[in-house]
């Protein structure tokens, strides 16, 4: 079959693109009977979090790529992100100190092998670079990477650069996702992709510590495989798509009951380290466009939660949904408006352990009075010129911590600058 063509799109063998993001959020004070190292603190609060990132891209044979990003972050979240599974600021999980540092945060390379004489055109971007590309390929990643830049996409909700900034909103909240405390990590992924179907199968490294940066390389004791399925479909003219992910983590990782038993007053989960113990789960990701400019997302996703959460956030399980509209009906046809609620919980073993005094890298308030966390946010994104992007949004958050002591009045309020070139 010939070829699919675009004039309008010309083959480019490097690629240059960056942006920065600058987020501000403040937090009135709130009421709470107690409080715990890893609690959200009571009091008034405001932080601030810079990245700036450069991609750069260069084709190196047929179907070869080769990708680099240098990074530079700074800054902290509130309460320096401890207190909330649903953090409010998805960009503070890659800083990991308060002063600015620059790091390489992506170096891949990437194989694609046709599997058919059809192609598609595909525009220049971060990370990709302009021309035609195999419309059904099979393909293999391997480097550093941001896994969540390959599983458990959202057309609606899955940047917190542009998008939702809550944690538990931006990605399957149960998918403890491998990454070092900036979001990145060494992996191979293989992919299968046609117009309707798609597939992903990584293996991922872990860090050497929960939340940690340096990377465990005992890679047949410390890993994780996630596996995606994503079909593509179209509802009364509309496009949509729906995604199936599953997981499974090895590791030197805690187990929440062992650590009641060995100290059930003052339990701590790295004295019962050890390798072979594993964390499963699986997550649902649905996309539906409404109208041109309307349409809404869903995800649930569940984790068995006997072992410390890792690498992303302490939910073991988590439900949300919510709709974007873009601003062509008051005339602003580039600005994006989002409303969206998260709902989060955590196993019965997380629970024991947290309400007898344990602490995990996010959470401990000394004790627990367990009910549903829960996040609800609202964000609107106005476009400045052509590669800036202003947004004001706002997070109200119920029994943080999963802790309906602390159910004080939490109000977020957030201030988001983002550039691109």
């Known amino acids: 079959m010939k070829a699919q063509t675009n004039d309008s799109i010309k083959k480019e063998n490097f690629s240059f693109h960056g942006q920065t993001t600058i987020i501000y959020q403040y937090k009135p004070g709130f009421s709470a009977p107690y409080s715990g190292q890893n609690s959200l603190s009571t009091e008034e609060e405001q932080s601030n979090s810079v990245t700036s990132t450069l991609f750069a891209g260069a084709r190196l044979w047929k179907g070869a790529s080769v990708y680099i990003n240098p990074e530079m972050a700074g800054g902290s979240g509130l309460s320096k992100v401890l207190g909330l599974g649903d953090a409010p600021n998805g960009e503070t999980f890659r800083v990991g100190s308060t002063s600015p540092k620059i790091y390489l945060a992506r170096l891949y390379f990437t194989q694609l092998f046709a599997l058919n004489g059809n192609t598609i055109a595909q525009e220049s971007d971060q990370n990709q670079l302009a021309g035609q590309i195999p419309e059904k390929y099979i393909g293999i990643t391997v480097g550093k990477v941001c896994l969540s830049d390959f599983f458990d996409q959202n057309t609606y909700s899955h940047d917190p650069r542009t998008q939702f900034m809550n944690w538990g909103l931006m990605s399957n909240g149960a998918w403890d996702y491998p990454a070092n405390t900036r979001g990145y990590i060494p992996s191979a992924i293989l992919q299968y992709v046609t117009p309707v179907n798609e ?60 650590a009641i038993a060995l100290n059930p007053s003052a339990p701590v989960i790295e004295d019962v380290q050890q390798y072979g113990n594993k964390k499963y789960g699986f997550g649902l990701n649905a996309e539906q466009e409404i109208t041109d400019d309307m349409g809404a997302f869903f995800r649930a996703s569940w984790n068995d939660g006997y072992t410390q959460t890792w690498a992303f956030t302490e939910i073991d ?45 996010m959470l401990g308030d000394g004790k627990l009075n367990y009910a549903i966390e829960s996040a609800t946010e609202f964000y609107y994104a106005a476009q400045l010129n052509n590669n800036l992007y202003l947004t004001g949004g706002y997070e109200f958050v119920m029994n943080p911590g999963y802790n309906k002591d602390r159910n004080g009045l939490v109000n977020i309020f957030s201030l988001r600058l983002h550039a691109e070139l």
């Open 317 to 361: 399980e988590s439900i949300s949904l919510g709709v974007s509209e873009k601003g062509t009906l008051w005339n602003r046809k580039q600005d994006t408006a989002g409303l969206a609620v998260v709902a989060s919980g955590i196993s019965d073993p997380h629970k024991d352990y947290l309400a007898s005094g344990g602490y995990g890298f």
């Open 199 to 258: 597939w992903r199968l990584a293996f991922s490294l872990l860090p050497e510590v929960a939340n940690g940066l340096p990377v465990n390389w005992s890679m047949g004791k410390a890993n994780s495989v996630t596996l995606e399925y994503a079909r593509h479909y179209t509802m009364f003219g509309k496009p949509g798509t729906i995604r199936v992910l599953g997981f499974v983590t090895n590791g030197k990782m805690g187990n929440y009951r062992e």
